[in-house]
Structure formats: C-alpha cells, structure tokens
C-alpha cells in the first residue's frame, strides 16, 4: 500500500484538550480508510473513558500525552517515539494508553517500521478493552498490508469488521479485506465479500462492489 504524504500541522489551531489534538492530528495523518475507523472509534471511547480516571491520574496522563504529541506536529518523529513510548508504560490499560499506542503505531509507520508498529499495537491492545477491538485491528491489518502481507492484512481486517459496532465502520473494513483478498490472489473469498456489500446500497461501498465482482467475473472467465 502506498503510504499517504505525511501532513505537516501547525500548533495554532491547537486546543487545551489533549484528546481533541490528538484526533486532530490522527485524522489529519490518517494513511487509509481502515485508520479513519480506528480514530472514529478511538475518540468516541475517549470521551467515556476519561470520565472513570481518577482527577489526579487524568491530569497527569493529559499532559504526558499532550507533550508527546507535539515532537509528532514538528516531524520529529524519534522523538515522539520515545516519549509515547513512555506514556504507552506509563498507562497501558486506560484510555490515555491506547491512544498513546495508535500514535505510536503511526509514528513508526511514518518511519515505514511497520513490525515495530503492529507489535506495539499487539502489545497495547489486551489492555486497551473490547471497546477499542476494531480500532486496533484496523491498524494491524493496515500494518500488515503496508508491508506487503496482504492475506495477514486481509484476516485482521475480518477482525476488525467483527468487531465494529456501526455499518459505515464494518463495511469499511470488509471493503478492505476484500482489496487485499484480491491482491492474494484469494479471487473466490473476494468476490463473495463484494456481493455482500454490493446487496446494501445504502452504504457507500456498494458501487464499488458491483465494479469488483465485474473484474472478478472476468479473471474468472
């Protein structure tokens, strides 16, 4: 998968709530479809999550995670890997954890070290919760599929389809899968996902759909 031209952003446009500029910046780094899911999800979890932290340990977490994230806005990406790193340690198994760990992930991608990225998110995702499940499983898949792995990628979007909680998310995902079942070579898996997704025209994959199972047709023929 061709990686996205890295964005540069300014802090002007910064708030004082850590969880809105990191959404900021995620949304606006975003490499595929598969990780606007997993910013989507993630910011949603955030905002209930943070509520269950106590004061003290928030405001501590909030300005660890504030200050990585500003190494990330200015490209100095060795150094923002260190200091998520160290909030990824600091708070595995909260809120503030997993979003240390979709940052990092997406830093070492940006540095095309894909391996270190899916095993950090591997590492984060037992503690994150179910509720950040598809978030980390699209990260993966998109990993793996940045790498060349396209069956791995493939079964980790599944995955991540699974575990989505909203149709625009899952059909995302199944969409995803079904590109890199194609480019596997695994035709027949492919071709039944598209018919699925081709069958509800409510969704904005459905177009799509139908060019696929067409080209599918055709290679079968």
């Known amino acids: 998968m061709a990686q996205a031209p890295r964005s540069s952003t300014s802090s002007a446009g910064l708030s004082d709530d850590p969880i809105e500029n990191v959404t900021s910046w995620l949304q606006t780094n975003a490499k595929t479809i598969a990780i606007g899911v997993a910013v989507l999800a993630l910011s949603t979890a955030a905002v209930f999550g943070y509520r269950w932290m106590d004061a003290s340990k928030r405001t501590k977490a909030d300005e660890m995670l504030s200050r990585a ?3 990330m806005q200015a490209g100095k990406l060795p150094e923002a890997q260190a200091a998520l790193s160290r ?3 600091e708070f595995g198994g909260t809120t503030t954890g997993a979003q240390a760990a979709m940052l990092l992930a997406q830093v070492y991608f ?3 070290k894909y391996q270190e990225g899916i095993t950090a998110l591997e590492k984060a995702k037992g503690g994150a919760g179910s509720s950040f499940s598809a978030s980390f499983e699209g ?5 793996y599929e940045s790498m060349g792995k396209f069956e791995i990628a493939a079964e980790h979007y599944a995955s991540a389809a699974a575990a989505s909680k909203f149709p625009l998310d899952k059909g995302a995902n199944q969409a995803s899968q079904a590109r890199n079942l194609t480019t596997a070579g695994k035709l ?3 071709r039944k996902i598209w018919e699925a997704l081709a069958k509800n025209e409510s969704l904005p994959f459905a177009q799509e759909a ?3 199972i067409g080209e599918l047709t055709g290679v079968g023929k």
């Open 69 to 71: 994230t500003s190494p």
């Open 210 to 212: 139908q060019v696929r």
């Open 139 to 143: 990260l993966i898949a998109a990993g």
């Open 188 to 190: 027949t898996e492919a």
């Open 87 to 89: 909030v990824v340690s």
């Open 110 to 112: 940006d540095q095309k």
